[in-house]
């Protein structure tokens, strides 16, 4: 039987272990469903859930942002439990059939419902989107040359799959109504589980991903297994964060510090604050050594959390900019999501190929130059649509090559910081502590979406018009493009012009 497992494992395809095209395919239609119910989520609550509400943008810029938050963050609660009760198989079944259910909430239209569907995505994402990748480095021994290849090849079933669904949920969703969309998006994640349970019937992963040991599963607490438990608690949790998300109001008066903020952006202010001062305290014990490096480390994440604010507009402000503001051709405003993944797909290998020739000449720029000009072509992106106002026409409408342009800076700002992050993270953390810095690493996407929801909430419109647009909307969106430029270039020459310090902080890390 021993014999059968190891066969199993080194069976191959294309020099890659065979289960990575399983967890390939499930993870592209996983993305398929999570940005296909993205694409249309803005527009839906803008159009539907808050139509009769005057702010009705600030309502769902304020709920995109909560949603955004607190899916990225239950990455870490889902990894954690992953890591110490279910396993890798179990969390990413459970996290799949939470997410399906979820999806499919969304086709029942009612105020209740809504939210509690995206409780479930979020619940079922913490459960599955850590573990899958997690799952894909478990196929291969340390060292293994064939690693960074094989998680190239993962990413790209992610943008796939991230470049398909808004061109097919966004026309379901345009010509025969939202909830089909919606539902689409919930079979898309059906498949993607139905390729994960193949892979494992065909014993393709051997004894890859299972739970730490029986013993874990099978004992009791409060009289119930945990591998029973885990999954009810599961269950439990999502009206409690369906709630969470329902209270987007303002917790204070116009004026006051709260004004601005609902219950959520305050659990993230005390998350915030309490993971700097755990910060400040490690950084205080460790060596010297270890604290240059350490503040390296804290400074990346900072940085691509900023560059993750400006980019995830892409889900909410710059699509009812592209609704209200650009003359589409060929796509809807839901559609344009499919702009960012399918230049990802195209520039991949052209800046994988400039890097590795820079290399081999001792050019190759190292990670703070490189985030650097990263959020320089954020900047860049952001400036091209506020000039984008010079060539609107008399209706407020300008040309869609703008935002075109704009999407193909953004995905060369991304393939220069997102590849080399996360790998940078691991290098430059104390080995003590690189669980909790991959905790925080996965915490800063979550407090980047607070600055969508900030940035949200500057830029929404008053009205009640289903049909709002023209030179009103046109000069709101456009003077905020323009801020966001600013801040983003001006972040960019920050690094690049502090990047020989550190570069020196970095010591050895390349």
């Known amino acids: 039987m021993e014999s059968n497992v190891t066969t199993k494992e080194e069976q191959q395809i294309w020099g890659h272990p065979k289960g990575l095209f399983y967890l390939f395919f499930a993870e592209l239609w996983e993305r398929f469903s999570f940005y296909g119910m993205r694409a249309l989520l803005t527009l839906y609550m803008v159009n539907v859930v808050f139509e009769a509400l005057m702010q009705r943008d600030y309502a769902a810029a304020a709920v995109y942002s909560a949603y955004g938050s607190l899916v990225y963050a239950s990455t870490v609660i889902g990894g954690r439990i992953s890591d110490t009760i279910l396993g890798m198989r179990r969390s990413i079944f459970l996290g799949g059939i939470l997410m399906a259910l979820g999806h499919f909430t969304l086709a029942i239209e009612h105020d209740v419902t809504f939210y509690l569907a995206l409780a479930l995505i979020v619940v079922g994402n913490g459960f599955f989107k850590p573990n899958i990748s997690t799952f894909v480095g478990s196929l291969y021994k340390d060292g293994d040359p064939r690693k960074d290849s094989g998680f190239v090849i993962f990413y790209m079933g992610i943008n796939i799959g991230a470049f398909v669904s808004p061109l097919l949920c966004g026309w379901l969703g345009r010509e025969y109504g939202w909830h089909y969309g919606f539902g689409l998006a919930g079979i898309g994640m059906m498949i993607g589980l139905l390729f994960f349970w193949s892979g494992i019937r065909k014993n393709v992963f051997g004894s890859k991903g299972m739970a730490p040991n029986d013993t874990v ?294």
Not at 219 to 242: D, N, S, T
């Open 217 to 510: 599963l099978e004992r009791k607490v409060i009289g119930v297994k945990q591998k029973v438990l885990v999954p009810a608690l599961a269950f439990i949790a999502a009206p409690i964060v369906a709630i969470l998300l329902s209270s987007y109001h303002p917790l204070g008066s116009e004026g006051s510090f709260f004004a601005d903020l609902n219950i959520v952006n305050v659990i993230f202010y005390l998350i915030g604050i309490f993971i700097l001062g755990y910060l400040a305290y490690i950084m205080y014990k460790a060596t010297l050594d270890e604290r240059k490096k350490l503040f390296m480390a804290v400074l990346i994440t900072f940085f691509m959390t900023i560059f993750w604010g400006f980019h995830e507009l892409s889900g909410s402000v710059i699509t009812l900019f592209a609704d209200r503001n650009v003359d589409l051709f060929l796509v809807d405003a839901a559609q344009t999501n499919s702009i960012n993944p399918v230049f990802i797909i195209i520039l991949s290998i052209p800046i994988s190929i400039l890097f590795t020739y820079l290399s081999k000449k001792g050019l190759n720029p190292r990670t703070p130059y490189k985030f650097g000009l990263g959020l320089v072509f954020a900047g860049i992106s952001f400036y091209i649509l506020a000039i984008s106002k010079g060539s609107a026409d008399a209706d407020g409408m300008v040309p869609f090559a703008y935002l075109l342009f704009m999407y193909f800076l953004l995905s060369v700002g991304e393939l220069f910081m997102s590849p080399v992050g996360l790998s940078k993270i691991t290098d430059l953390s104390p080995k003590r502590i690189v669980a909790f810095m991959m905790g925080v690493w996965f915490l800063s996407s979550a407090f980047a979406f607070q600055v969508v929801g900030f940035i949200g909430k500057q830029l929404s419109i008053e009205s009640t018009d289903v049909n709002v647009g023209g030179l009103e909307t046109l000069d709101v969106y456009t003077d905020g493009f323009m801020l966001i430029a600013k801040y983003a270039l001006g972040a960019g020459v920050i690094v690049l012009v502090t990047s020989p310090l550190m570069k020196r902080l970095m010591g050895k890390v390349h």
